[in-house]
């Protein structure tokens, strides 16, 4: 039931067919993606330069996983300092959804290498 709800948000958003644009433009069919219940994780490169962008589904809010951070000082996304939450009233502004994914794309969650 979870990974139907957060396949419906994830297409009802547009932020899937974002994901998979960038994957097809800007990095050429080289991300892959991880799918979970909830979660899905875009994931590009090897090793040194692995990177993702951590995408959790919590209800109809989509929420973005970032390394711990201090608080946020604005409003838009919510924050708690882990993760960047977009409830269905702030993902319904695509622009403004495809504006903050430009940013996680061009600073993504670096992984630590498993060597």
Same mark, same amino acid.
């Given at each position: 039931?979870?990974? !139907?709800?957060?396949?419906?948000?994830?297409?009802?958003?547009?932020?899937?067919?974002?994901?998979?644009?960038?994957?097809?433009?800007?990095?050429?069919?080289?991300?892959?993606?991880?799918?979970?219940?909830?979660?899905?994780?875009?994931?590009?490169? *090897?090793?040194?330069?692995?990177?993702?962008?951590?995408?959790?589904?919590?209800?109809?809010?989509?929420?973005?996983?970032?390394?711990?951070?201090?608080?946020?000082?604005?409003?838009?996304?919510?924050?708690?300092?882990?993760?960047? *939450?977009? *409830?269905?009233?702030?993902?319904?502004?695509?622009?403004?959804?495809?504006?903050?994914?430009?940013?996680?794309?061009?600073?993504?969650?670096? !992984?630590?290498?498993?060597?």
């Amino acid at each position: 039931m979870k990974r !139907e709800n957060a396949k419906r948000v994830l297409r009802d958003s547009g932020l899937a067919e974002m994901l998979q644009s960038i994957n097809k433009n800007l990095l050429k069919g080289r991300g892959w993606f991880e799918e979970y219940d909830s979660t899905v994780l875009f994931k590009w490169g *090897t090793g040194y330069t692995r990177r993702h962008i951590w995408v959790d589904v919590d209800g109809t809010s989509i929420r973005f996983r970032l390394t711990q951070h201090r608080k946020c000082l604005n409003s838009i996304p919510l924050c708690d300092g882990e993760y960047h *939450t977009f *409830t269905s009233q702030l993902w319904a502004n695509r622009a403004l959804l495809q504006m903050e994914l430009k940013k996680y794309y061009d600073k993504p969650v670096a !992984e630590t290498s498993s060597d």
